[in-house]
T-cell receptor
Framework: EADIYQTPRYLVIGTGKKITLECSQT?????MYWYQQDPGMELHLIHY???????EKGDLSSESTVSRIRTEHFPLTLESARPSHTSQYLC????????????FGSGTRLTVV | GEDVEQSLFLSVREGDSSVINCTYT??????LYWYKQEPGAGLQLLTY?????DMKQDQRLTVLLNKKDKHLSLRIADTQTGDSAIYFC??????????FGSGTQLTVLP
């Protein structure tokens, strides 16, 4: 049973719209991450947070922004969606690796038309 | 930076063993992981191995670690159609985040 929840699962939206992808976890993990996944499978880290009010950009440049006002919540926002933003977005959380690794949400499949 | 590489595709017959390979570059890795991703889902942690271990077995899964060659493998015994998925290796390295491989698509043929 997933302890990290992403909504919506699927989203089709028009170009120029503002969207927020939600991610919440009930495990009390300090660390949270957003990945963008290509159709070709590869995962790209776009944002991460090590605690409340702490956010960093990842390896892949992204036009999205994130916030971390509460431990359990790590939403990702696109101010103006474009077709190039079409992708699968995966949220994850961790206590810092170790034997538990990361726990992933089920993902949001975003299509911008 | 850290680099983790996997072959992209593997096909096996149902009942055979599957071996998925991974190489990494950062010798300071503490834990190495295998994740499974089924269609339309997130990644699920399958198993992990601590860097001071050579082998770990968990039911049908066997993980082998060769630190000298920086090579990690996942063997799935008696592969079933339900094992068809994408498999990612990942390691901690010296970075504070996990570095993931590009994923191996395993197809199990009847």
């Amino acid at each position: 049973e997933a302890d990290i929840y992403q909504t919506p699962r699927y989203l089709v939206i028009g170009t120029g719209k503002k969207i927020t992808l939600e991610c919440s976890q009930t495990m009390g993990h300090d660390k949270m991450y957003w990945y963008q996944q290509d159709p070709g499978m590869e995962l790209h880290l776009i944002h991460y947070s090590y605690g409340v009010n702490s956010t960093e950009k990842g390896d892949l440049s992204s036009e999205s922004t994130v916030s971390r006002i509460r431990t359990e919540h790590f939403p990702l926002t696109l101010e103006s969606a474009r077709p190039s933003h079409t992708s699968q977005y995966l949220c994850a959380s961790s206590v810092g690796g170790g034997v538990y690794g990361y726990t992933f949400g089920s993902g949001t499949r975003l299509t911008v038309v | 930076g850290e680099d983790v590489e996997q072959s992209l595709f593997l096909s096996v017959r149902e009942g055979d063993s599957s071996v998925i390979n991974c190489t990494y570059t950062d010798s300071s890795s503490t834990y190495l992981y295998w994740y499974k991703q089924e269609p339309g889902a997130g990644l699920q942690l399958l198993t992990y191995i601590f860097s001071n271990m050579d082998m770990k077995q968990d039911q049908r899964l066997t993980v082998l670690l060769n630190k000298k060659d920086k090579h990690l493998s996942l063997r799935i015994a008696d592969t079933q159609t339900g094992d068809s998925a994408i498999y990612f290796c990942a390691d901690t390295g010296s970075a504070r985040q996990l570095t993931f491989g590009s994923g191996t698509q395993l197809t199990v043929l009847p």
